[in-house]
């Protein structure tokens, strides 16, 4: 029998809160953590973004804690204020109705404000580690009546140097407090702060689906580091998504391609840890309500972004494992979508390629700068010949699909690769495979959301079919 919340020992109230919310069976990692923690044991529990390991300890906590105790029973510490204010609202739709308090304490808010809510009756505290360690020294917060403590995203700690911050904050905890390490990846320094502060952790890992198989679709576009904002630019032309996270290694490069995009007449902003706390959330709004097209941003500042209707994602820098491989391109193919993965390379940045290719067991499909196919020949072509696919004109934001000339494949279309085809072997402009021809740029004039509308034309016969 399938697992519910209640076999897993969740109550009654929290599981009908749960089922208001939409929420009516546990994914994996809960499944497998929830019952574990409930026991009052330590945890170290691996598992990829998009998992529902937020629930999986939040749960748990709200379990256990006990609203007559006026002070800070539980305390969850993240990386980055997204993440903060993520789980925070996660927590306030589930204790709704309940005198359970939970307050989010990140940089970019108001100190005395937070001040003045840590002295009301505050059980929860969801902080980011250096405003935590300010309002230590300020001694507006104790934390010595902490008796679970999470350590979420721990790997991105250690990427952003705030372990040292973390072992402080830990050390102000009550000694025999129930500890939680949560993390897609485990490094070794990780694992070495869990063995100094942990007792006997159980080890859980559980593998998310199988998301850059299933749900996204591939493909690696080669360019040069003087041609990659011009290559980029193009891909979005002719890809169109109805939303877009694009991937920067640092913030001098994303603040610099998003004022190019910007002029190249998209709908553009940027996201990183230089933007006041102000415009970040502004930004994230805009974003989540589809008035930006294009998110450019770092990895660390898109940690835990969880957006519905993310179509695409661009890696303007590819990652150099694949583990954050995984999670940028995560961003896209959820709750049932398909989604599309752009990975830009260059010349010199092929064994991070060889890496990726390797570490998700599959080679990725190589295109050019026109998002055509490359696939090398067999036979009499062997001689190191190429061949390319043409892309399919369609209509709408879908993205286009791909066939080779004179040959169309049969089946269903996907709403955003565009594989395959309608009845009769008919395309969406009604013509058939054989009488319709894209012109030389590989893009079809259309109107679309994301800046400039596109003057492109579609040849046909020899003649101008006109702007579509």
Known sequence: MTANFLTLGISNELNAKLKANGIHRPTAIQEQTIPVLLTGKDV????????????????????RIEVKKPYIQALIITPTRELALQITTEIKKIITGS????????????????????????HLVVATPGRLLDHLRRGTVRLTGVSMLVLDEADQMLHLGFLEDVERIILQTYEKRQTMLFSATIPQQVRELSLRYMKKPVDIRVQGK??????????????????????????????RPYLAI?????????????????????SSDELHGDLSQAKRQQVMKRFREAALQLLVATDVAARGLDIEGVSHV????????????IHRIGRTGRAGWTGLAVTLITPRERMYLQLIEKGIGKSLEKRDSNGEKIQRLSGNNAEGKEKKMVKEPTRGKRTPGLYEKGKRPQGKKNSLTGDGQGKNGRNSMGKTAGKTRVSPNGTRASKNNLGKQSNHTIAARGRKVGKV
């Open 99 to 122: 005198d359970i308090n939970v307050l989010a304490a990140y940089g970019g808010q108001d100190v005395e404000q937070q001040v003045r809510k840590l002295k009301g009756n505050i």
């Open 246 to 266: 694009i991937f920067c290694r640092t913030k001098r490069i994303a603040s610099a391609l998003n004022e190019y995009l910007i002029g190249q007449g998209f």
């Open 210 to 239: 199988n998301i850059t198989l299933d749900e996204i679709k591939q493909i690696v576009v080669e360019t040069t580091d003087r041609t990659k904002q011009e290559t980029l630019s193009n891909l979005i032309k002719v890809y």
């Open 44 to 63: 170290i529990a691996q598992a990829q973004t998009g998992t529902g390991k937020t629930l999986a300890f939040v749960l748990p906590i709200l379990e």
């Open 314 to 325: 661009f890696n303007y820098n590819i990652p150099h494992d694949v583990e954050s491989y």
